[in-house]
């Protein structure tokens, strides 16, 4: 199966009122004309107010913390009870109980942390999308002070586009295909 | 509103400051760093003997079988408290100011950790076994045993060290990926691999943050489990005055103030050696500052508390050994411990030498050095007068010991300098976050609007709604 | 099938009492009265156990290796001193010896802090250390209330002049550096002991005076007494109900002529060494 090209425009924007703008404006575009595929905001600080202008993001990192949490406290808690039921089979301990609760309870506390951080950062890195190599088009100035605006467009459509983004004040505007 | 009177910075002075620190090192710096390496290189030499003639080499005895390692390792586990802690609980409760400092403090963190692991290692007789005390399966079918407090030590200092590491680094990444789009040669190879291809866009940004808060999140009961754990080795023994019941929180408080005391001291150095008066303000100071003060009363309250719940109690074996810390051989210890450390910290009542940094410079180390002076007199005076008045005797550490401490001070030195001139020390993007909003705020001058951006900030941090 | 013996395991093991059905609870009882502190008990310990001889410059830095001490405590006589006996070549000093050593406690503090759990609980009430699995964390040391765990400081067996290893027992280890180590009752004794007792046909029963640790062997006044606590005819036995000191209690009620007490018994780790406290008449 051919891969179907994909057609980039990255316009470079000096505040985040203005990149607000074009959103707007390129919204409308594809209202009109439905030709946008995608659009992405990259920013040098984070702008929860993103989630009004792109729509939100389904991002249940939470969830993954959650679940591995509680893995890593049963995890844990197996662990210990495992290794002591094992361990009275070969070395009596005198009438102490066979899975030591209190102990198990540290055990489990650390466990439960251990496997809950790990598991935020793997959703982290599925939700992000990362690691990732850097988009030909990526413009250092993004990660200084500036804002930049990604449009994923139909290539006979491009020129459409690329007026919002001039009409809108963008500072410098890169166009790919790939 | 918030108070703090920093300056409208422009974002690419921030990068611009920030980066400098990481450039071109001045001749101080290699003279400082050769001093360390040469320190490690003694204690590495220490450690090879000591490893080869048997631990009696470093003059513990019986007694005193825990001697400066075990305060060594508490001493720096503590000062690992307060860089992670403190910046979960501060992003958590969205004070600001926490941004332009902890970077450093959690890379003190990370540092104090990778110090204080390596005492545990030292100070075993059979470093060659000591990987017993994992739970391998062997065909032995022979397990660790999870009663020992030592156990729970391995457990919470492996969660504490992966976890600090994984906030830090995650912490820095919008970072790295500046440091990418400024570096060549070797550095930018680094960052590339480091910062995984971070471009700022929105699906990142909002990941991050939520990832960022679920951290926090779990490294506020982690930091606090890890030293009541720590105080467990004590508390959990039936030596006198190790086994009492208020010690995990006095540790707790312990670990916090020696931490607060260390970031103390790197501020003003980084302050000073990195010119970054723009972003590490009197303010910040002044906020750092009354939070140690804080701190340290908690600390005296626990500590006295303690001193009376023994004295009340009569017990006594704890009596004896509280007289003895007081009036015995190692009574300048703990009288050194109480004027260091319990008189000290109500200079900071005063506005004049919170305000001053070298003042506060001294006083960090002051009450840095009654919080080391602390961690032995937990150690030593008890063993040197224990249970049975036979044994008891007074050891001080020896010339191994002593070259191994002086070289744990050397290590982390070495590995702070070295992570100072490779990673921003100061936050890039949180520094223009904190700028960003406050322009935001300035620019509106009716109240309501204040509120909205206020409203926004916390947003902004919590980045869950 | 598994899980229903692990269960079964499970009651049996949790018992209150785990080791009641053992037919061995190995005891102590040493009279003061009869100690004179001459110290044969510890060279005979030094003899057995293969312990390493430090000598005089790491005995004074506390490195010694005696399993077995003779502590010394000074007591002033009671009541008025009389001139006689202050005049005399042997005055009354109020010199007090306790032989001490590990007292093999049933609620031995040294064991749930071993990181490794290479000191252990064996069924016939010894306080066991497995000298290959400990990693030398000392922690054992730092809780025994009694002080009686030595550590390896040194590589001493580096240090036996050269055919003096020809001495060492073969029936226990040389322990190395870096491992902790104690009394165990000579349980080197003990296990030929039931061994013997075994091809004799009675295994659970070893007859009283079979084993004898090297103290008590040596000991020339006969201060020393060990034997079996499960075996009522025992000597040692008999002498803990004559002295009225049971297992399972803080503290000994005292009555009349029982001079029985353990040591720190008030710390609740159950020991199980007996002393028989010296009693002095200072008027005659």
Same mark, same amino acid.
């Given at each position: 199966m051919r891969r179907r090209q994909k057609h980039f425009l990255f316009g470079v924007f000096d505040d985040f009122e203005k990149a607000r703008d074009v959103v707007s404006e390129l919204k409308v575009l594809d209202l009109k004309e439905k030709v946008i595929d995608n659009i992405e905001l990259y920013s040098p600080i984070e702008h929860p107010e993103v989630e009004e202008i792109l729509g939100t993001f389904h991002q249940p990192i939470q969830r993954f913390t959650f679940f591995g949490a509680i893995t890593g406290a049963v995890c844990a808690f197996l662990l210990v009870a495992a290794a002591a039921q094992s361990m009275f089979t070969v070395?009596?301990?005198?009438?102490? #109980?066979?899975? #030591?609760l209190p102990m198990d309870i540290v055990i489990t506390y650390e466990g439960t942390i251990m496997f809950g951080v790990y598991s935020t950062i793997v959703a982290f890195l599925i939700y992000s999308g990362l690691p990732r190599r850097l988009k030909k088009y990526y413009s250092q100035k993004v990660s200084e002070d500036q804002i930049g605006i990604e449009v994923q467009i139909d290539p006979t459509k491009s020129d459409k586009a690329r007026a919002v983004l001039e009409k809108c004040g963008a500072v410098e505007i890169r166009e790919v295909t790939q | 509103m918030s108070d703090y009177s920093m300056k409208d910075i422009e974002w690419a002075k921030i990068n611009r400051d920030v980066l400098a620190s990481l450039e071109s090192p001045r001749k101080e710096f290699w003279i400082v760093l050769s001093v360390c390496i040469f320190l490690v290189l003694c204690g590495a030499a220490a450690e090879v003997y000591q490893y080869n003639e048997g631990l009696g080499t470093a003059l513990m005895n019986k007694p005193h079988f825990w001697q400066l390692y075990i305060s060594n390792f508490v001493f720096w586990i503590g000062m690992s408290h307060s860089g992670t802690l403190l910046s979960a609980i501060l992003l958590l409760t969205h004070a600001d100011w926490r941004k332009p400092i902890y970077r450093f403090a959690e890379a003190m963190t990370l540092f104090s950790i990778l110090t204080a692991a390596i005492f545990p290692v030292i100070h075993l007789g059979r470093v060659w076994d000591?990987?017993?005390?994992?739970p391998y399966p062997n065909e032995r079918g022979i397990w660790p045993n999870f009663r020992s407090p030592l156990l729970w030590d391995a457990a919470a200092i492996t969660t504490y060290a992966t976890s600090s590491i994984l906030f830090l680094y995650v912490g820095m990444i919008p970072d790295l990926a500046i440091c990418r789009d400024n570096a060549k040669g070797w550095r930018k190879k680094l960052y590339t691999a480091l910062s995984i291809g971070w471009m700022g866009r929105a699906s990142e940004w909002m990941a991050f943050r939520k990832t960022y808060v679920l951290l926090a999140c779990f490294l506020v009961p982690l930091a606090v489990s890890v030293h009541s754990i720590v105080a467990s080795d004590f508390a959990m023994s039936i030596m006198p005055d190790w086994h009492i019941t208020s010690f995990p929180p006095y540790f707790v408080a312990g670990a916090l103030y020696s931490g607060c005391a260390a970031i103390i001291t790197l501020f003003v150095l980084l302050r000073y050696v990195f010119k970054f008066e723009d972003y590490m303000t009197t303010e910040i100071m002044d906020k750092t500052a009354k939070l140690t003060f804080a701190i340290a009363m908690v600390w005296n309250y626990l500590n006295l508390s303690e001193y009376a719940s023994i004295w009340y109690s009569n017990d006594m074996f704890e009596k004896e050994v509280l007289l003895e810390k007081f009036f015995g051989p190692y009574h300048w210890v703990v009288w050194g411990m109480l004027l260091c450390a319990l008189v000290a910290p109500f200079a900071m009542a005063f506005e004049k030498v919170r305000h001053n940094m070298w003042a506060m410079f001294w006083l960090s180390l002051v009450l840095q050095l009654g919080m080391w002076l602390e961690r032995f007199q937990i150690v030593s005076p008890p063993l040197a007068s224990n249970h049975e008045p036979w044994t008891w005797a007074v050891v001080w550490p020896g010339l191994i010991q002593l070259t191994i401490t002086v070289a744990s001070f050397g290590w982390f030195t070495m590995l702070f300098l070295i992570f100072c001139k490779v990673f921003p020390s100061v936050s890039m993007y949180e520094v223009k976050e904190m700028v960003f909003h406050r322009r935001k705020a300035s620019s509106r001058t009716d109240m309501e609007d204040l509120d909205k951006v206020k409203d926004d900030m916390i947003k902004a941090e919590e980045g869950l709604s | 099938m598994a899980l229903k013996r692990m269960l079964e395991n499970w009651s049996d093991l949790r018992?209150?009492?785990?080791?009641?059905?053992?037919p061995y609870m190995w005891g102590m009882s040493i009279d003061l009265n009869k100690c004179t502190g001459c110290g044969s008990c510890v060279t005979a310990c030094y003899a057995e156990n293969n312990l390493p001889v430090v000598g005089k410059e790491r005995c004074g830095s506390g490195h010694a290796m005696h399993w077995m001490r003779i502590e010394r405590y000074w007591e002033e006589p009671e009541g008025e001193t009389d001139i006689d006996i202050e005049q005399s070549d042997y005055p009354e000093r109020g010199a007090h010896y306790t032989p001490m050593m590990c007292q093999q406690c049933n609620h031995a503090p040294c064991e749930p802090v071993c990181p490794v759990a290479a000191t252990y609980h064996t069924p016939d009430g010894l306080n066991a250390q497995v000298y290959n699995r400990?990693?030398? /964390?000392?922690y054992c040391g730092n809780n025994c209330p009694y002080k009686v765990r030595y550590f390896n $400081?040194?590589? $001493? /067996?580096?240090?036996? +002049?050269? +055919? =003096?290893?020809?001495? =060492?027992? +073969?029936?226990?280890s040389v322990r190395s550096k870096g491992v902790m180590e104690k009394c165990t009752f000579c349980v080197q004794r003990i296990r030929s002991a039931k061994d013997k007792a075994e091809d004799a046909g009675h295994r659970d029963y070893i007859e009283d005076g079979a084993v004898k640790t090297a103290c008590q062997q040596t000991c020339p006044t006969e201060a020393i007494v060990f034997g079996n606590l499960k075996d009522d005819d025992s000597k040692v036995k008999t002498l803990w109900a004559e002295h009225e000191v049971e297992l399972n209690r803080h503290e000994q009620e005292k009555v009349e002529d029982a001079r029985g007490y353990r040591v720190l018994e008030e710390l609740n780790v159950e020991p199980s060494v007996m002393y028989l406290d010296r009693v002095r008449d200072t008027e005659a």
């Open positions: 070395q009596p301990q005198g009438g102490k #109980p066979v899975i #030591p | 000591m990987y017993w005390v994992l | 018992k209150r009492d785990y080791y009641e059905d053992e400990c990693v030398g /964390s000392r $400081f040194f590589d $001493f /067996s580096k240090d036996i +002049p050269a +055919p =003096l290893e020809m001495q =060492l027992n +073969p029936d226990l």
